[in-house]
């Protein structure tokens, strides 16, 4: 069994005035939310944070729901990717160009209603979607 690598994201999300909306990135054909390699010495919650401002240009992310976290089975080559719950009520998406690969690491990104999110996402990605929307039904945010 190849050895594990771990990752860590955010399920960023917009609450307006209609229903809330989801960011997600597009590398390819493959949607997902922002996320990336926890980094020797770093915390996961931190890498989440990290991986958010690198890929999006977003910062400061509220945690309302806590800390609570979702991890994905292991998929491809061995990797295990752990999503935290974060509102990001302003700031404009950018998409860096990554030093590595001399281009932006996404092809474009998308604020999506769930609906929208699950129809681009594979059933992984749905199964977070899911547990993020049941954090938003079932926890009060912690303002």
Same mark, same amino acid.
């Not at 980094?39 to 919650?45: H, I, R, S, T």
């Not at 009520?89 to 209603?113: Q, Y």
């Not at 129809?119 to 945010?141: G, H, I, T, Y």
């Given at each position: 069994?190849?050895?594990?690598?771990?990752?860590?994201?955010?399920?960023?999300?917009?609450?307006?005035?209609?229903?809330?909306?989801?960011?997600?990135?597009?590398?390819?054909?493959?949607?997902?939310?922002?996320?990336?390699?926890?980094?020797?010495?770093?915390? =996961?919650?931190?890498?989440?944070? !990290?991986?958010? $401002?690198? @890929?999006?240009?977003?910062?400061?992310?509220?945690? &309302?729901?806590?800390?609570?976290?979702?991890?994905?089975?292991?998929?491809?080559?061995?990797?295990i990717a752990r999503y935290y719950l974060?509102e990001v009520p302003e700031g404009r998406?950018?998409?860096?160009v990554s030093a590595e690969l001399g281009? =932006?690491?996404?092809?474009?990104? !998308?604020?999506? $209603?769930? @609906?929208?999110?699950?129809?681009?996402?594979?059933? &992984?990605?749905?199964?977070?979607?899911?547990?993020?929307?049941?954090?938003?039904?079932?926890?009060?945010?912690?303002?």
């Amino acid at each position: 069994m190849p050895e594990t690598t771990y990752s860590a994201g955010i399920v960023p999300v917009r609450l307006g005035v209609d229903v809330p909306h989801f960011l997600v990135l597009r590398s390819y054909r493959y949607w997902d939310f922002p996320k990336g390699e926890i980094d020797a010495g770093e915390v =996961p919650l931190q890498a989440a944070v !990290r991986e958010l $401002t690198e @890929e999006t240009g977003l910062q400061n992310p509220l945690f &309302r729901w806590g800390e609570a976290f979702v991890e994905t089975p292991r998929y491809g080559r061995g990797k295990i990717a752990r999503y935290y719950l974060a509102e990001v009520p302003e700031g404009r998406v950018v998409l860096p160009v990554s030093a590595e690969l001399g281009r =932006p690491e996404h092809d474009e990104f !998308r604020w999506t $209603t769930a @609906e929208q999110a699950r129809r681009l996402f594979n059933p &992984r990605l749905q199964a977070v979607l899911d547990w993020a929307l049941d954090m938003m039904r079932k926890r009060q945010p912690l303002y």
